[in-house]
């Protein structure tokens, strides 16, 4: 009986850590108590004198209850709140362009949010790859209380997602409040707004695309929500965006349908409409549309990057934050394609599917379509969105912004090289296949004598040329245009992400966790300088200012603040390696 117990114990444990990873209804858990009382007593009477074989039924039975438990009670799929508790406290009523909202007050009552406020119709149906059109007004007070759907984009299991943010993140909280799935739409074209809680009038704006390949994400993020910001008196817009072949899939049809001719670019103009509505809605919470900021991260850098050199974005932003991505070198290495490989990619499209017609295309079912998520999502130069590729507007002096702050961290290809290492043994063969005709160039920079070398040569290397070096090649076109230019390097480790890819956002932000453990002192400081930066640059374009360590500009693309352990001015540490990739992509600016 005691290996019964033991048994038993062990497998109900792990029946209940399927159902807190998968995120089951708690009907679930009562379920699971039930057919737990139900086996014991069965194996106390009955079982315990069976043959082996009774037993094993009676073991495979019990799990086959519970199965049937887990597919009844799936969570269920709910807007995500955009409070903690069971009741938001309401903000008061802001009066917009289309009608009114209330949002809710969070933070102990130190920031209002706004969430789900519609900036375009719905893009569904006929509106599917047309460019975003006005919202319909409503009536009434809209409870902007819970956020809109995630854009169209693939999704995996609830426990997959549970596992990779133990295993990615080292970050997971039990909770009776999250047992439900955050739903994903077409209609997904909605903006949230944080703000200091209370009167406000004439403050920084800053406006921020979220990362994801151009594949997935969203605008609610606990890292980059805008908080933190908001509790030091900037106002922050997250925006959502058509990701995927929702976004950016491009054919000659669609281009010809269109009174602009534009094909392959429906996310960035969605951006683009977002920031209009800033334009219009921002100054009902308090909000100075002369003073806005636009800011990214990875894919969300990467139009950040695009929006600051395309005529239609002109007015709406006067300075930039681009954290890990930029599309300014001569030939970006992702998120990015001419416009001829995004049209023979859409024809690829169509003949998968067996169609011949965008209406054809557009009768199929967004969960069909959205698995082509992996071969569209890419920034089209299609003439008028982006008449020319960024690299080629900045050396004709066309940009938006008037000042810029931008950067990259110490390990941004940690999460891209999590299972293809480096070794001695294929060094060179990596470093061929990627340079070519000017290994030879690389290997005499880089000459491993030992594995664990090789390994941290290759990733300094895989992370230059996908995020390092494109920012080297936009602060060497902005000086160049006179352009004031804050340049940074993020090496802080800590107990979650650390200074991989993105792991600076919860600093930048302002949005450690004031009860994580991940964190330490030191963190919580540098969170506190960083977020200063960004709220500074916000308000002025200059990030200087409150005792912060002086950030000097990077005029001659040499120089670097780190944001680590320590704070401070340094030297960028990629010139030698640069220098051959100037040589391998025709450089010349």
Not at 272 to 290: T, Y
Not at 312 to 321: C, D, E, S, Y
Not at 503 to 522: M, R
Request: glycine share 10%.
């Amino acid at each position: 009986m005691i290996g019964f117990g033991i048994g038993t114990a062990i497998v109900c444990l792990l029946m209940a850590a399927v159902l807190e990873l998968n995120k089951n209804t708690l009907l679930g858990w009562v379920l699971l108590a039930l057919a737990l009382i139900g086996f014991v007593v069965l194996f106390v009477k009955v079982l315990h004198e069976a043959k082996w074989y009774g037993k094993a039924l009676g073991w495979l039975g019990w799990i086959g209850v519970f199965v049937l438990i887990l597919l009844l009670t799936w969570p269920k799929t709910k807007p995500v709140p955009a409070y903690e508790g069971r009741t938001p406290v309401r903000s008061g009523v802001v009066s917009l362009h289309d009608g009114d909202v209330r949002g809710v007050v969070i933070d102990d009552g130190a920031v209002e949010l706004y969430a789900g406020i519609p900036f375009a119709a719905p893009p569904t149906g006929e509106l599917r790859w047309r460019e975003p059109q006005d919202p319909a007004p409503w009536d009434g007070v809209l409870e902007a209380d819970h956020f809109a759907p995630m854009s169209m984009q693939p999704t995996n299991l609830p426990i997959y997602d549970s596992l990779r943010q133990i295993i990615g993140y080292h970050d997971y909280r039990i909770s009776l409040f999250d047992n439900y799935v955050a739903p994903v739409s077409e209609d997904a074209l909605y903006v949230n707004v944080w703000k200091p809680a209370g009167e406000a009038k004439n403050l920084p704006v800053l406006v921020y695309v979220h990362g994801g390949s151009l594949q997935s994400g969203q605008p609610w993020y606990a890292d980059y929500a805008g908080t933190g910001l908001a509790k030091d008196g900037v106002i922050v817009v997250n925006m959502g965006y058509r990701l995927g072949v929702f976004g950016f899939l491009a054919t000659e049809e669609l281009a010809a349908e269109s009174e602009n001719g534009t094909t392959g670019n429906y996310g960035l103009l969605d951006q683009i409409k977002a920031l209009e509505w800033v334009r219009d809605n921002i100054a009902a919470f308090g909000g100075d549309p002369d003073n806005v900021t636009l800011a990214g991260e990875s894919a969300g850098a990467a139009s950040v990057s695009a929006l600051c050199t395309s005529p239609l974005a002109k007015g709406l932003f006067v300075r930039a934050i681009l954290e890990s991505s930029t599309v300014a070198s001569v030939e970006p290495p992702h998120s990015f394609r001419l416009f001829d490989e995004a049209i023979a990619s859409g024809r690829e499209l169509m003949a998968r599917f067996g169609v011949t017609t965008v209406s054809d295309l557009r009768a199929i079912d967004a969960k069909t379509l959205v698995n082509e998520a992996y071969t569209q999502h890419h920034i089209t130069i299609d003439g008028y969105v982006l008449p020319e590729t960024p690299y080629e507007s900045y050396r004709k002096g066309v940009h938006n912004e008037q000042a810029l702050l931008h950067g990259y961290n110490a390990e941004e290809s940690a999460p891209f090289i999590l299972f293809s290492h480096a070794n001695r043994k294929n060094f060179e063969q990596k470093v061929r296949g990627y340079f070519q005709e000017y290994a030879d160039d690389v290997l005499a920079i880089y000459s491993p004598a030992t594995d664990e070398e090789a390994d941290r040569y290759w990733a300094a290397i895989y992370g230059a040329v996908f995020f390092n070096y494109p920012h080297y090649c936009l602060n060497r076109l902005e000086t160049k245009n006179g352009v004031p230019v804050y340049e940074y390097y993020f090496s802080k480790t800590n107990g979650r992400l650390g200074a991989w890819h993105s792991g600076e956002e919860v600093y930048c932000y302002g949005n450690v966790p004031e009860d994580s453990k991940l964190y330490d002192a030191a963190d919580r400081a540098l969170a506190d300088t960083f977020s200063g930066y960004f709220r500074n640059f916000a308000a002025s374009g200059d990030p200087n200012g409150n005792g912060l360590p002086l950030w000097e500009q990077n005029i001659d693309s040499a120089r670097l603040m780190e944001l680590g352990s320590t704070v401070g001015m340094t030297n960028e540490q990629y010139l030698a390696l640069y220098a051959v990739m100037d040589r391998m992509s025709g450089w010349d600016a």
